[in-house]
């Protein structure tokens, strides 16, 4: 497994991820504290509940969510973001088709695998 992404790294060289039924991902960048992943959700995709020990923050870039971090939930659209701290509980469903960019530290080494 490599320790760190090349510095520049071009959409249309990059291979998606499909993580679940209408969602797939492009790692955008990481060394071993720090990872970038960029997200796009078909609408009515869900991003299942989950959770992991990674900090996340997380940009809205286009479209319309529902997050639900805990037991809190909110409409996030274009422009807005939000944080999960380590071991917390999140997903969310997709309200209009989007695109999240999640940064995570440290490095998601179970996406490199």
């Known amino acids: 497994m490599k320790t760190r992404s090349d510095a520049f790294l071009f ?9 679940a039924p209408g969602i797939r991902r492009q790692i955008m960048g990481y060394d071993g504290q720090l990872m970038m992943v ?8 869900v991003g ?7 900090s996340q923050a ?11 971090i805990g037991d809190r939930k909110e ?6 973001g939000y944080y999960v701290e ?3 509980s999140h997903g969310c469903v997709c309200l ?11 490095v998601r080494a179970d996406f490199l695998i």
């Open 48 to 54: 299942s509940m989950h959770q992991h020990y990674h």
């Open 75 to 80: 409409i996030l659209s274009t422009g807005d």
């Open 58 to 68: 997380t940009y809205v870039a286009s479209g319309k969510f529902e997050l639900t």
């Open 11 to 19: 959409e249309k060289e990059l291979d998606w991820e499909k993580p």
């Open 96 to 106: 209009e088709a989007g695109v999240l960019i999640d940064t995570f530290s440290p």
């Open 86 to 88: 380590p071991d917390q």
């Open 38 to 45: 960029k997200v796009e959700f078909e609408k009515g995709a």
